[in-house]
């Protein structure tokens, strides 16, 4: 069975400064890797994926996740926050070999980005 | 732009009572899939369906049947609603790409069982 763990609940950052949030994944393979973002009242949106190729991956809003298969890893990266910023962020995971897309996903880390 | 819309938005149910979500998609997707979220867990698949009149359990699917009349609609029931049943669920789609689809979400129904 495959798990996502997030392991920070709260990520509190000032306008302006750099954000990294952690994603480890737990699949026997290499898995497709998703960031979603939640803002209030609002569903799930894509930021970015991986699924093979180069580990750096772009996503949209200036967003990139690098992933490690050494490391289990798939962490998200910000250069500079906006306050528009704040809002949950999901990793998760597809296994390489499913049909559909029956995602697994960690608990998410709230962000908010102080003023 | 894709397009998932489900209602309601909220409810509030008695316990025992039945329940039923809808959601409508208007992204011509084969993939349909119910999401429940909780703080401190996530969310997790409670059923999914890749074709009209046909459904499939997902990890967490005790207490709740699901329904796909259709490509664009799949429901959500609760026969007999429980306080545990308290939580905001999503709907989405996606198209049949293998795992690396992206999802597309509703806005979500939060649903409180008193």
């Known amino acids: 069975a495959q798990s996502v763990t997030q392991p920070d609940a709260r990520v509190t950052v000032s306008e302006g400064a750099s954000l990294q949030l952690r994603c480890k994944y737990s699949?026997?393979?290499?898995?497709?890797l998703f960031w979603y973002v939640q803002y209030p009242r609002q569903g799930l949106q894509l930021l970015l994926k991986y699924y093979s190729g180069d580990p750096v991956v772009q996503g949209v809003n200036s967003f990139e996740a690098e992933f490690s298969k050494s490391n289990s890893s798939f962490h998200l990266q910000k250069a500079s926050v906006h306050w528009s910023d704040s809002a949950v962020y999901f990793c998760?995971?597809?296994?390489?070999?499913?049909?559909?897309?029956?995602?697994?996903f960690g608990i998410g880390t709230r962000v908010l980005v102080r003023p | 732009e894709a397009a998932v819309t489900q209602s309601p938005r909220s409810k509030v149910a008695v316990t025992g009572g039945k329940v039923t979500l809808s959601c409508h998609q208007t992204?011509?997707?084969?993939?349909m899939y119910w999401y429940r979220q909780d703080t401190g867990h996530g969310l997790r698949l409670i059923h999914y369906?890749?074709?009209?009149?046909?459904?499939e359990k997902g990890d967490i699917p005790d207490g709740y049947k699901a329904s796909r009349p259709s490509q664009e609609n799949f429901s959500l029931i609760l026969e007999l609603a429980s306080l545990s049943q308290t939580a905001v669920y999503f709907c989405?789609?996606?198209?049949?790409?293998?795992?690396?689809?992206?999802?597309?979400f509703g806005a979500g129904t939060r649903l409180s069982v008193l």
């Open positions: 369906s890749y074709v009209a009149d046909s459904t």
């Open positions: 699949y026997s393979a290499t898995p497709y």
């Open positions: 989405a789609s996606s198209d049949d790409r293998g795992g690396q689809n992206t999802l597309y």
């Open positions: 992204n011509n997707h084969d993939y």
């Open positions: 998760a995971l597809s296994p390489s070999n499913s049909a559909g897309n029956k995602l697994t």
